[in-house]
Each structure stands twice: as C-alpha cells, then as structure tokens.
C-alpha cells in the first residue's frame, strides 16, 4: 500500500524574513521571469516557497504556493494583472479574501516598475482554479512503502509479521529565494 502525504502549511518564519523576502523578490523579478525554465525544471528551486506565496488557509487546499506553479501559470499567461501604477504587466503571486466574506483579492508585483499591486479579482475562480489544479498536478510528496503489519484471527491470534514503514521517494528538500537568486546571478545557470 502506498501512501501519499502532502501538507502545504502557512510560512512560520520570523516576520522580518518574510518582510526581506518580499524585498527580495520584487527586487528580481524580471530576473525569476527570465530564468522560469531553470525554475521549472530544478526541484529544489520549483518547490521554494517564500514570503507572500500562499492561499489562505480558510480556502480549501490554503497554502504556500511554490515558485515553480507560479512560474509555470505565468508562462501560460496566467495570474497576470495590469499594474495600477504605470500600466506594466503585474505577475500575481499570492491571494487573500475569504470565502465566508465573498470578498476576493489578490497580491501582484510589477515586472516594470517593481511596485506592489493589490488586484481585486471579480471572478476568483479565475485565478484559484488553475493555482490548485498546478498545486495538485505537482504536489511535493514523500511516498511510503506501508511495511507488513499482523492480521487478527478468532482460531490463531494475531498472524503474520511486521516489518518497518519505508520512505520510497524522499520529499524534495527546497532552498530558500535568497539561494536561488544568488545561484541564478551566477553563472551556474
Ligand atoms: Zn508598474
């Protein structure tokens, strides 16, 4: 039997990294834009989950989003807005509301002019649909080899033998955006 374990949880880092993470990551967008194949195709980079990133957790599947969905609903030209300030394109990265309120918001960076952009979205499946559909498509997960376990019977007791649970397939360990910028700065890229 196998069992598959994904738990995307809201980011519990101390408040001043996140702040800086969001400085970071408007900072080199055009940069994460340019470098979304590398992105998409490196693990531990398309699992990376940073500041803002998430779905309220009072929304059915709420969570962090990792780097790589983004980058791959953005190349096919979703979650984009128009940017309120200099009318260059926002990359949406995070959404806020509540389902109880109905009230639907999402939160964006300018690719042109590195402003922050709130988008309130007047049709929020739009945007929630294809989020969890790509969260479910690619989910981080480990795979555990369920071991042997003893079965009951009235004539015999308990027959069989137990053997240990085995992780098959390890979770991808992600680095942080700090990491990967530098390393996309660099040339290993
Ligand atoms: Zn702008």
Known sequence: MTV???TPGRDD???????SETKLFRENLPLLLEKAD???????YFFCTFDSAFIPLMFIHGGMIPLGILSLLWQQGKLKAICEFCGGEVYIYGLGGSPLSGSHSARGCCKD????NKVIVD???DLWKPLIEAIQAYPNEEIIEKGERPIFSWSQGLVGNTTPD???KAKVEAVSLAEIIKDL???FC
């Open 38 to 44: 590398v992105i998409i195709n490196t693990p531990r």
């Open 113 to 116: 002019c590195a402003r922050y």
């Open 4 to 6: 598959h374990i994904y």
């Open 185 to 187: 700065q660099g040339n």
């Open 166 to 168: 085995k992780v098959s």
């Open 13 to 19: 880092r101390p408040a001043d990294v996140i702040v």
């Open 123 to 125: 049709h929020f499946p």
